[in-house]
């Protein structure tokens, strides 16, 4: 599976649900005014910006926001909502690729680290994250946990969401740290449609490891945009790193991230 046959055209066409999931009013309502607070004035870089499901009321919220993109596609749909000049992108790889300027704030939302398949790859992503990153600059990372908790002894595969007319199945590979999902979806006869996205799964652990490796201290770790604690059971996280040695990392502006 290659990139463009995941985020082509056709998932560029139907990624967009105004007003429902995960563009209902109560997801993005607390995850723009949550990255305004981290932003603290700056400007935002995100990576993976896609259809700027996220960009677009962050940049309506006053923040100026530019991005990282690799499907031309996607980026289409950016485009029928916010030009060139309001919202700049580049068109790259967001483990490596350059974009201009110096940022307040980089972030990385909705599980989209787990598309880079590779340690390695996630690792660059950090460093790539922080070489973005002014003075005392955040890094935050949306990301799902890891159901292995699930899976039990044997089996290879896990349904995570049912719903009418809708399977999320998951399939691992504990010994390479991947999953596949797939998306069954369907109406009242008896075809289904299936879109299936690889990916590497990433305790939280790992992912503050990656971060030390890139030069982040982790500031804080909620288990939802609305600030609600991180616990034994949280399915998601959202994890804010800073650049270490760029001051308090747990001092007011954590406060008044909303810790
Ligand atoms: C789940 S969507 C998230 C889009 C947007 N951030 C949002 O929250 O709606 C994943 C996006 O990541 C992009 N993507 C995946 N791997 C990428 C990479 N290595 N570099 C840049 N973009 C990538 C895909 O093209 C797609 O637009």
């Known amino acids: 599976m290659d990139h463009s046959a995941i985020w082509g055209a056709d998932v560029a066409a139907s990624y967009d649900t105004p007003g429902t999931g995960m563009f209902a009013p ?3 309502g607390p995850t723009v005014d949550r990255l305004v ?3 603290d004035g700056g400007p935002a870089l ?5 259809t700027g499901r996220v960009a677009v009321p962050l940049s309506e919220a006053g923040v100026r926001v530019s991005g990282i993109e690799l499907s031309e596609p ?6 029928t909502k916010a030009d060139e000049a309001r919202i700049p992108v580049v068109v790259g790889d967001m483990a490596y690729v350059r974009a201009p300027g110096e940022f307040a704030l980089v972030y990385l939302v909705f599980n989209t680290i787990s598309n880079l398949l590779t340690q390695d790859e996630q690792v660059a992503c950090f460093r790539n994250a922080a070489r973005h990153l ?3 600059g955040r890094f935050v990372i949306e990301l799902w946990v890891p159901e292995l908790r699930s899976l039990p ?3 290879g595969a896990t349904v995570w969401h049912e719903e009418p007319g809708y399977i999320g199945l998951d399939t691992y590979d504990v010994l390479n740290q991947r999953v596949v999902s797939h998306h069954f979806r369907f109406g009242e006869g008896t075809q289904a449609s299936l879109g299936r996205s690889p990916h590497r799964y990433v305790w939280p652990a790992e992912l503050d490891l990656m971060g030390q490796l890139a030069g982040f201290e982790l500031e804080a770790r909620w288990s939802d945009w609305d600030g609600s604690g991180f616990t034994a059971d949280s399915r998601s996280h959202v994890s804010v790193y800073r650049l270490a040695g760029s001051g308090s990392a747990t001092g007011t502006d954590a406060g008044d991230a909303g810790s």
Do not use: F, N, Q, W
């Open 46 to 50: 995100e990576l993976a910006i896609g």
């Open 37 to 39: 607070a981290l932003a």
């Open 134 to 136: 002014r003075h005392g």
């Open 26 to 28: 109560e997801v993005l």
């Open 153 to 155: 002894p044997g089996a």
């Open 74 to 79: 996607m980026l289409e749909r950016l485009r």
